[in-house]
């Protein structure tokens, strides 16, 4: 590809539009990373915050009010703020899953330990609180702290549902809504806020950040069968942590007695062979549920972009739009 090309993919065409602004946001989080007492807290946290990730949340905050016209600082910390979060979670995440593996790399609590990565974990969101409060927004501050609780909230939903054959579609949403969509939606919300949007536009931007990270979880725990190695996740990775997923629950509420058998031996008791794996895919491919979870992506993509034509138009509303697109094509 020829170097003066644009970038095909619409997340990095977002992050050349806000280069000066993720700049900002960058060196910011390399601050408020730093520890003069616990040189540790930078190590782990540059570990993970440097891995390469798309920065997409932070992203969203900057996008949301640079689309409603702010000019102010306060993106710059908000966007940080979000991030922080973000990067705490996953940090409390590969701990609680005991993943050994996060965006292609060997996790923090491999490298060093449990206890590590969960105290660095409460300092990031520390940071996060502190950064929220500077903005002197009382709105804003409620938003991202909600969000926090309601992120803290879906996890411990999935502590008890994930493993649960009687866990419905309606329980799983629920969970999706908490540790994932929840982080997006207050992203786009608080960028309309601090703009001082009417409530129509910051609505939108909520369902849209709603929406979109409901499809986006949906597609990552579809591509656990239907991806590759490339997506820096291990192929299967959910089925061996026992996870009941999208695609499973619809398999689960399709099955026969010897299928549900099979659902109960492998996530409900955990005794599973080399050749589960295989067989699991089968029934999903048997029973379709990979397109119809796909099907479900889309009509949450579909919901996102619904969201975007409320608000004006402008150059980065059609970003976010191909952005939701996107979201969908990585299992095209």
């Known amino acids: 590809m020829p170097l003066n090309m ?34 540790r807290i930078p190590e782990v946290t540059a570990h993970l915050v440097e891995a390469g990730g798309k920065r997409l949340r932070p992203m969203l905050t900057l996008a949301a009010a640079r689309m409603c ?23 409390h995440d590969d701990v609680v899953d005991e993943s050994e593996k996060r965006r292609g790399r060997p996790t923090a609590n491999l490298l060093w330990d449990n206890k590590s990565s969960v105290l660095v974990g409460d300092y990031l969101f520390a940071r996060s609180f502190q950064l929220m409060v500077e903005t002197g927004n009382l709105r804003v501050l409620d938003i991202l702290s909600n969000a926090a609780a309601t992120i803290a909230e879906g996890e411990v939903l999935q502590l008890s549902a994930a493993q649960d054959l ?5 329980i799983y949403l629920q969970v999706v809504r908490g540790k994932t969509a929840a982080l997006f939606s207050a992203a786009t919300e608080v960028g309309g806020v601090i703009s001082d949007q009417e409530e129509t536009i910051v609505k939108a931007l909520f369902d849209y950040g ?20 490339a997506t820096g996740k291990n192929i299967g990775d959910d089925f061996r942590e026992r996870k009941l997923t999208l695609p499973v629950i619809k398999a689960v509420a399709a099955a026969n007695e010897t ?20 067989h699991a895919v089968s029934l999903l491919g048997k029973h379709g549920t990979l397109e119809a979870t796909r099907k479900d992506a889309l009509c949450w993509i579909e919901t996102a972009r619904e969201a975007l034509r409320q608000l004006p138009p402008h150059p980065i509303r059609d970003l976010l739009d191909e952005l939701a697109d996107y979201v969908i094509a990585r299992v095209n």
């Open 166 to 170: 009687a866990t419905t579609e309606e």
């Open 259 to 278: 299928e549900r058998a099979f659902w109960s031996r492998t996530i409900e008791k955990g005794r599973q062979d080399e050749s589960d794996l295989d």
């Open 69 to 91: 016209g702010y000019d102010g600082p306060d993106h710059i910390k908000l966007a940080a703020t979000v991030e922080f979060i973000h990067t705490a979670t996953l940090l």
């Open 210 to 229: 709603d929406a979109l990270g409901i499809a986006f979880q949906i597609v990552d725990d579809l591509l656990d069968y239907w991806g590759s190695d």
């Open 6 to 39: 644009p970038a095909v993919k619409p997340h990095d065409r977002l992050a050349e539009l806000l280069a000066d602004d993720l700049e900002q946001v960058n060196s910011l989080i390399r601050t408020r990373m730093s520890s003069r007492h616990a040189p």
